[in-house]
């Protein structure tokens, strides 16, 4: 499946994303969205070349302060001030937010000359699609949500026993950080479908060659824990919606998914035991058939 390698869109806000396409420029486009912390290699290269053999234009990228996206070092984050944000709702102001990078999001498909996108998203992910999804509704063809929740605190929280590992130092180097991401990995992994350390390992090292940024995750963070609750607005979403989620994700409880499928009229929701905080191989064509068949509902509207 053809690949355009890495590219770079220039977007009028001064954010520089870098990008990728796989598949026909004349098929209908799907944007991929990832969460937190992510580069555009978290949805991995044979996931994307499923979902465009199936007939889309495939398109993954890097979120600012991710990859070889625009970092905004110049925003400090502490730990103290993602402390008050959990703690105190309301007190904080995060030096950018989820709707920012939903406006990244349709900066891309400006660049590249989409009017209309097919959306899938995971957990912050599926955050910023939510919000493409009420406030730019003519650009979104359909929605699929993955292990994400609406911005009510209430539901999809972490487990408490994650928080040590959430607010842990990755340390000074490439070494450091690996070992952290790998013991994350085995934390919020699929029980059902245990990471390989192999891959967890080399996941690890290509997420920090490629320019992985403490300050950056701490950035989105920060956007993430100033959220606002969407629940109401999710009521006027009109377009296709399959809401996915993992029966043991210990980072966005499945509570998060049900309450997304309940706030999207018509929505459907895939529950799928034993999955954690993650996009397991195994479950690959599980979640090309659902994208596809959201998608598929669109065209028949």
């Known amino acids: 499946m053809s690949s355009s390698g890495e590219q770079h869109a220039s977007l009028p ?8 396409t796989f598949g026909d420029p004349n098929d209908p486009a799907m944007l991929l969205v990832m969460g937190l912390g992510g580069p555009m290699g978290w949805w991995a290269t044979e996931l994307c070349e499923k979902l465009a053999a199936r007939g889309f234009l495939v398109i ?7 990859g070889r996206s625009t970092k905004l070092s110049q925003h400090r984050v502490t730990r103290t001030d993602i402390v008050r944000a959990f703690l105190l ?19 891309l498909l400006d660049h590249l000359g989409i009017d209309r996108a097919h959306v899938v998203g995971v957990s912050m992910g599926g955050m910023i699609g939510q919000i493409l999804a ?25 487990h408490p026993k994650l928080f ?16 952290r991401a790998v013991r ?25 060659d490629r320019g992985w940024s403490a300050s950056g ?39 998060g998914g049900r309450a997304t499928a309940r706030a999207i009229r018509g929505a459907k929701h895939l529950e799928i035991p034993g999955m954690g905080h993650d996009l397991p191989p195994a479950l690959y064509d599980t979640f090309v058939d659902a ?4 998608a598929e509902r669109a065209v028949d509207r």
């Open 60 to 66: 993954r990228y890097d979120n600012r302060d991710t």
């Open 134 to 158: 009420i406030d730019h509704a003519d650009r979104v063809l359909s929605f699929t949500s993955i292990m994400s929740t609406t911005g009510r605190r209430t539901v999809g929280r972490a």
């Open 291 to 294: 994208i596809v068949a959201t």
């Open 217 to 255: 995750v701490a950035r989105q963070t920060l956007a993430v824990l100033t959220q606002t609750d969407r629940t109401e607005r999710l009521a006027d979403v009109k377009v296709p919606v399959t809401v996915i989620h993992g029966t043991k994700d210990l980072l966005v409880n499945s509570s």
């Open 13 to 20: 806000s001064g954010i520089d994303l870098c990008y990728e």
């Open 184 to 208: 994350t990995a085995e934390l919020i992994g699929s029980p059902a479908y245990p990471p390989e350390r192999d891959a967890s390992v080399a996941r690890a090292h290509e997420t920090y």
């Open 164 to 179: 040590r590992a959430i607010l842990s130092s990755a340390g000074p180097n490439r070494d450091t950080y690996t070992e």
């Open 89 to 107: 709702p309301g007190r904080s102001r995060p030096p950018y937010t989820l709707d920012d990078l939903a406006d990244d999001a349709v900066g």
